[in-house]
């Protein structure tokens, strides 16, 4: 059953290899999305992540934002000043 609310966070990934994907889970706290994702590993068997894109709610509306992929893996990030 997929996440579903306010914590719930979809992500896009791409793999080195080219094959791409998405996860949703729940995240209720931004910093800990990257520790979440490089513990599922997505790309493990595709020479790991080459890029992510989460959707943030904001009151203006959804916004992009692309993730830092270093060596394969996300790389944690503050949730301060993205809407």
Do not use: F
């Not at 719930?8 to 520790?35: F, I, K, N, Q």
């Amino acid at each position: 059953m997929r996440p579903t609310g306010t914590t719930a966070r979809t992500v896009a990934y791409r793999c080195t290899s080219g094959r791409e994907g998405s996860l949703t889970m729940d995240v209720p706290y931004l910093p800990d999305l990257a520790e979440r994702i490089n513990r599922i590993e997505p790309c493990e068997y595709d020479h790991g992540l080459s890029g992510a894109t989460l959707v943030v709610p904001c009151r203006s509306g959804p916004l992009d934002v692309h993730l830092t992929v270093a060596h394969g893996r996300l790389v944690r990030r503050s949730d301060e000043g993205l809407c």
